[in-house]
């Protein structure tokens, strides 16, 4: 759809490691030694998700690939600035980009190495672009806290120099979120603006233990939310952004179906939604796509898309004068296509 083209975008929830240009991926898997198939469509059905996946476990098997040549510098660098070019042309006026640091250590590179990388990719994206970023460091979820503590205390140098938050990630069904409780604490009391994923697959108590034991200040996916009426109260009254990302969520089957996608029944309690791609490339995905699935199935209006892309602004962890920057950058684009 040309309008969905066209809207001024922003993106909060984007895994790096989700999200690498396909080709990118293809030439250097080749080139490493990775992979053996020398047809690209052979490799796409590798490192996409089909919708018989059956779980979020069996799609986070995808990452492996993007994984094994995500170790070096270079690379890092590259496909961070190849993910702001491609977001840039699809007018996405500003992303924060999440990624794992210790997922990236397999081969030696230091904790500091990759996140400068990923700090250097987006210098230079904004530099030949013009599209702002900033990034989110993952915690996983399958590792030990003291795992959590090393990331938060070693990212802590980076706060406000291109990191703003962190996140915790990974396997919800198999491990809670107040196994990370300590490393939480530590990150609130260092000023981290902190996001969880939690109540992505069915646990509705995840979202209250995520906010009243780890800080959260948003919730990235929060579907289990629906199931209790409490939890959607909780969600509202202590103003927590929901980071939603329906293919994502189809495919891991956190719903069954787009028709029981909660999104109508959050906005209707009044809770502050954004909608976002999670993994562009593992989901096939763009913001475009996303928005274009709500239009067509669940009847969203054109003018409750831009609703949702102004409650990114509001969610957007930046300060407050960025904010107004961005708020007058989106809407007068929004003006002269005559949607505000
Ligand atoms: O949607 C997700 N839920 C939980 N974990 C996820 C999701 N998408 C990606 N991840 C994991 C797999 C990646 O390797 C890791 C860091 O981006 O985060
Ligand atoms: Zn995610």
């Not at 989106?330 to 005559?338: G, Q, T």
Request: proline share 3%.
């Amino acid at each position: 759809m040309d309008v969905l083209k066209l809207l001024p975008k922003t993106e909060l929830h984007c895994h790096l490691d989700g999200s690498v240009r396909p080709k990118t991926m293809y030439e250097l898997l080749l080139k490493e030694g990775i992979i053996e198939v020398n047809d690209f469509r052979e490799f796409e059905e590798l490192v996409m998700v089909k919708d018989d996946c059956k779980s979020l476990i069996e799609y986070l098997k995808k990452f492996q690939y993007p994984l094994s040549i995500m170790q070096k510098k270079e690379n890092m660098e590259r496909i961070t600035y190849e993910l702001l070019e491609d977001l840039n042309a699809q007018n996405v006026k500003y992303v924060e980009i999440r990624f794992a640091p210790y997922l990236h250590t397999k081969e030696g590179l230091s904790f500091e190495e990759v996140v400068e990388s990923v700090l250097v990719g987006m210098e230079r994206a904004k530099k030949d672009f013009g599209i702002w970023s900033n990034a989110v460091l993952i915690c996983m979820r399958n590792e030990r806290v003291e795992e959590s503590i090393k990331v938060i205390k070693n990212g802590a140098k980076y706060i406000g120099k291109g990191v703003v938050a962190v996140d915790l990630a990974g396997n919800e069904q198999d491990f809670p979120p107040e196994i990370h409780q300590k490393a939480f604490n530590l990150a609130y009391d260092m000023g981290y603006n902190i996001t969880i994923h939690a109540g992505e697959t069915g646990i509705a108590e995840n979202i209250p233990k995520s906010i009243e034991l780890l800080h959260a200040q948003r919730i990235g996916h929060g579907i289990a939310a629906a199931k209790d009426p409490k939890v959607m109260e909780l969600l509202k009254e202590k103003n927590i952004f929901l980071e939603m990302c329906p293919i994502s969520n189809l495919q891991t089957k956190s719903v069954k179906s787009i028709e029981d996608y909660p999104i109508r029944k959050f906005l209707a309690k009044g809770l502050k939604v954004t909608v976002n791609t999670d993994n562009i490339t593992v989901s096939n995905t763009s913001l475009e796509r996303e928005y274009q699935l709500l239009m067509e199935k669940l009847d969203f209006t054109i003018e409750e898309v831009v609703g949702l892309i102004q409650n990114s602004i509001d969610a957007a962890f930046i300060k407050d004068n960025e904010r107004d920057i961005l708020r007058k950058k989106v809407d007068e684009e929004l003006r002269n296509m005559e949607l505000i």
